[in-house]
């Protein structure tokens, strides 16, 4: 089945130590998205990819950055990991920018 | 930018009731209105969308309306079963094409 995968599922790294979650995908989708969502809140949009554009928020701290190497994977890469950014980390795809986002399973990201 | 209220935060229903949510959204161009739904630790996952050209949507017990005058559309379940707890996001496709979420909406249907 086409999907968006996410791995690992969780994620424990401690305090200022950079860790990488990655999204695969095989909807062959143009556009990346990452979320960040905190307990039950609305998730938020960190960045997304359009092919090889990339596109930040104008929120997203400096600390995450991202990557897409190829079309079906995409990298969130986070520099040195606060306690506030232990969360769960959406990543989702869709076919162009506004239309139906598929999302993966996440990965849930403890920081010690 | 876009802004999207998203009402009740929670909401506790018999099963076999109706259950219904609303949002309302900010910038009158907004064209694109999905509906997630999230169970407790998996993945948001669309369950109903619907478009500016159209005033509602069904899809069995689930359906959409929009009120593009008020700005606001709203989510109807009915005859509510267990496994329709969950947590429900609103969103609208903002200027940038990005979506923009409600704060999501706590269901609870009690057997």
């Known amino acids: 089945d086409a999907m968006v995968i996410q791995n690992p599922r969780y994620q424990v790294t401690q305090f200022g130590k950079p860790v990488t979650l990655s999204c695969s995908q095989t909807l062959n989708h143009n556009v990346m998205y990452w979320y960040q969502q905190k307990s039950s809140q609305a998730p938020k949009l960190l960045f997304h990819?359009?092919?090889?554009?990339?596109?930040n928020e104008a929120d997203t701290p400096d600390n995450f950055q991202s990557r897409r190497p190829n079309t079906s994977f995409c990298f969130l890469d986070i520099r040195s990991p606060g306690l506030g950014d232990a969360a769960m980390y959406l990543c989702?795809?869709?076919?162009?920018?506004?239309?139906?986002?598929?999302f993966g399973p996440g990965t849930r990201l403890t920081v010690l | 930018g876009e802004n999207v209220e998203q009402h009740p935060s929670t909401l506790s229903v018999q099963e076999g009731d109706s259950a219904v949510i609303k949002c309302t959204y900010s910038?009158?161009?907004?064209?694109?209105f999905p509906w997630y739904k999230q169970e407790l630790g998996k993945r948001p996952q669309l369950i109903i969308d619907i478009r500016s050209n159209v005033g509602e949507k069904k899809d069995q017990r689930i359906a959409v309306t929009l009120n593009k005058t008020a700005k606001h559309f709203s989510l109807h379940i009915t005859e509510t079963q267990p496994e329709d707890s969950a947590v429900y996001f609103c969103a609208a496709k903002n200027a940038g094409n990005m979506l923009t979420f409600g704060g999501g909406t706590r269901l609870m249907v009690k057997p």
């Open positions: 910038d009158s161009a907004s064209n694109y």
């Open positions: 990819y359009y092919d090889k554009d990339f596109n």
């Open positions: 989702a795809t869709s076919r162009v920018t506004g239309n139906e986002q598929f």
